[in-house]
């Protein structure tokens, strides 16, 4: 795994718009470098703003959107178009209003497909199976970018410190009992996380200082401080304002943004 690089914006505006290039950037280079890129999603303020970001610039139209295969880190169990499934918010802010192949856009599948919690994990399981080439070396993708928001609690994806998912294996799982609503929630594990090539980590906020300074600790263990365990195989970046990064040894944030 990657040792993390920091990178500290001045606000959670210019951190999304930030973002947005990076993405961009990334997209462009791995499909010209190999023609199709992947890219995993993240809900929360800043990672939509981040898509509405992408969507506002022009530069966006340097991406081939029908080249890109979108996934979620997690989804909540919620019936589709519900305003608090992380795909209805990146639908609205970026995924309507770019040419996308609706069959590169790999959804989570909710209680109105007639599945069950677990079945809806087990089917994005063979889907990342289906998508996983001999090159990966596993049962998942090597995905290209994998954003992950982080929590207060230091939570990544819908795994949160303590639950049960935290010592899953399996690819995706069903979570339970999350201590933020809604209660039951689709989430990757982390070996599906950490076989992604890069992984960048987004925080805003005063509130997610204490989690930041955790998650960049040698001392943090994954299954009370989830966030310490992700970690990209080639790269990690913790994305961060200045308000996140408050608490973090002086030296270990490059700033970006006077």
């Known amino acids: 795994m990657s040792v993390p690089n920091v990178v500290v914006h001045r606000d959670a505006d ?7 290039a990076r993405i961009i950037t990334r997209l462009v280079d791995v499909q010209s470098a190999r023609g199709s ?13 981040t898509l509405a970001a992408i969507a506002e610039t022009p530069a966006r139209d340097a991406v081939d959107w029908r080249k890109l295969d979108i996934w979620w880190g997690d989804e909540r169990f919620l019936p589709s178009g519900d305003k ?3 795909e209805t918010g990146a639908r609205e802010a970026l995924l309507d ?22 079945e809806s994990a087990d089917a994005y399981a063979q889907e990342l199976r289906k998508a996983a080439r001999p090159e990966d070396h596993g049962p998942v993708p090597s995905f290209d970018v994998m954003l992950l928001g982080m929590g207060p609690d230091s939570h990544v994806a819908s795994l949160f410190p303590g639950n ?3 010592y899953d294996t399996r690819p995706v799982v069903a979570v339970h009992g999350s201590p933020k609503p809604p209660p039951v929630r689709i989430s990757m594990t982390f ?16 509130e997610k200082a ?3 300074r955790l998650a960049l600790s040698e001392d943090s263990g994954r299954m009370q401080v989830p966030a310490a365990g992700a970690r990209g195989r080639q790269r990690t970046l913790f994305l961060l304002d200045r308000a996140s990064a408050a608490k973090i040894p002086p030296g270990l944030g490059r700033i970006a943004s006077p």
């Open 164 to 166: 049960p998912a935290v």
């Open 210 to 212: 204490g989690a930041v």
């Open 14 to 20: 210019v951190l999304a718009k930030a973002v947005a």
């Open 37 to 49: 890129a992947s890219l995993v999603l993240t809900g929360g303020t800043v990672g939509i703003a």
């Open 97 to 118: 209003h770019v040419d996308l192949d609706p069959e590169r856009v790999h959804v989570m599948r909710g209680p109105d497909s007639g599945m069950t919690a677990e």
């Open 191 to 206: 070996p599906t996380l950490q076989a992604s090539r890069e992984v960048w980590v987004v925080a805003a906020g005063e």
């Open 84 to 86: 608090e499934r992380n």
